[in-house]
């Protein structure tokens, strides 16, 4: 069950940077893109996609650019992260008392 969550951690991540980078360095390629973060073109190429799906940013002939839409997102980013931690911390089991008093 955790390692699910792990795993799709790990590709938000990977979207986030490959967002940052497009962000920093707007107009920007997949192979640029691949270079800077290390990452295989496909799943450059995938996170682009989630990217695009999601109206952060758009393609253009000089690669990716950031949507209007994207000041919004990373204003709010930090605060959406947060509720998500909160929401995680509020799940943990603290210790084996309380679990045997279930």
């Given at each position: 069950m955790i390692d699910r969550l792990e795993k799709e951690v790990d590709v938000?991540?990977?979207h986030l940077e490959v967002f940052v980078l497009v962000w920093q360095a707007e107009p920007i390629g997949i192979v640029k893109l691949s270079t800077?973060?290390?990452l295989p073109?496909?799943?450059v190429r995938y996170s682009?996609?989630?990217l695009e799906e999601e109206e952060?940013?758009?393609p253009c002939s000089a690669g990716a650019?950031?949507?209007d839409r994207a000041e919004e997102f990373v204003e709010t980013?930090?605060?959406d992260l947060a509720t998500?931690?909160?929401t995680l911390d509020a799940m943990k089991i603290s210790g084996s008392k309380e679990m045997q008093s279930v």
């Open positions: 938000l991540d990977r800077k973060t290390g073109h496909h799943k682009l996609r989630v952060l940013i758009e650019t950031t949507t980013l930090n605060d998500v931690i909160d």
